[in-house]
């Protein structure tokens, strides 16, 4: 299969490539720089261009097979200032649309495009599964557009939209934002602890990503989380046990959102989200539980 990749030099995206390289297929990567695309798997082609507006990117998507677009704007780093939220929204509905257009013009078969859990927004105790409505605020409005510039595709391909919670990797993202302060043995939960994460290995990320491209049978909202979503209190027990420190000192809720502002929406939601048609499917899960993904990640970082 030869694979297009958007958002190929992002921590899932680079992931994504290596991994499909390594099983064979052909990758194609999307980078908007020749630069920042350094450090590719080898055997990867390189095409420069913005996903968000017209391209020479265009004629090599629809050559492809299939499609991977994980492109947009990073969403937990830096404050949400209006200009921010503008351009989270605009990087992945701009991008998804046109890949969208390419899919109906007689593209690639396939389409994994990426969304989030933020599309549920904080939801308490309710259990949560790719049956489960929208919710509100800012990301869920975000996520629920997302997933609707993909429909378009559908008309000739199979969509899969990959709603993916907190990604673990020892190569950046959130694993070693959550880790530092137990290093200086000052961890604990945010709050009480008791709103909900869902979290997945990197190593099933890519693994949902592959299982998404390769069966068919695979089609609309796929979560891609863990089956056993934890508390914040006890992902912050996890990471105490695994490296050693204790986790009893709780930073205070209040002192989150003093700092990141709006923001903190995406870091204090409580989302108990399960991935039904992952397991349904017969997905297998290398890591399921909190501690093992951790005792895995926390080892290969050091």
């Known amino acids: ?78 404050r949400w200032t ?20 390419v899919f109906r013009a007689g593209g690639p078969r396939v389409l994994v495009s990426g969304s989030a859990v933020g599309y549920y927004g904080s939801r308490g105790d309710e259990l949560l599964d790719e049956r489960s409505p929208a919710g509100e605020g800012f990301l869920a409005e975000v996520c629920r557009a997302w997933e609707e510039a993909a429909a378009p595709a559908a008309a000739r391909a199979r969509v899969v939209l990959l709603r993916t919670g907190i990604v673990l990797s020892p190569a950046g993202g959130a694993l070693p934002k959550l880790v530092r302060p137990f290093r200086l043995f000052a961890g604990g939960p945010l709050g009480k602890g008791d709103f909900w994460q869902p979290w997945i290995h990197i190593a099933d990320e890519v693994g949902l990503v592959r299982f998404a491209l390769e069966d068919a049978r695979v089609v609309g909202p796929l979560a891609a989380s863990a089956p056993e979503p934890a508390r914040n209190r006890e992902l912050a027990r996890a990471i105490g046990k695994v490296l050693g420190r204790p986790s009893l000192l709780p930073a205070p809720e209040i002192a989150v959102r003093l700092a990141i502002g709006e923001a903190a929406e995406a870091v204090l939601a409580s989302q108990r989200v399960v991935p039904r048609k992952a397991l349904e499917l017969g997905y297998r899960f290398r890591f399921p539980t909190i501690e093992a993904a951790l005792r895995d990640l926390l080892g290969r970082a050091g």
Do not use: Q, Y
């Not at 990758?27 to 020479?56: C, F, Q, W, Y």
């Open 82 to 101: 209006a200009e921010k939220k503008r351009r989270i929204r605009d990087s992945r509905l701009r991008a998804t649309e046109r890949i969208a257009a």
């Open 1 to 78: 299969m030869h694979v297009f990749v958007t958002g190929a030099t992002g921590l899932i995206g680079r992931a994504v490539c290596g991994a499909l390289v390594e099983a064979g297929h052909a990758v194609t990567a999307l980078s908007r720089s020749a630069g920042s695309a350094r450090g590719l798997p080898e055997g990867t082609r390189l095409v420069v261009g913005d996903p968000a507006g017209p391209g020479a990117w265009e004629a090599a998507l629809a050559s492809c097979d299939a499609c991977v677009n994980l492109a947009g704007e990073p969403i937990a780093e830096g």
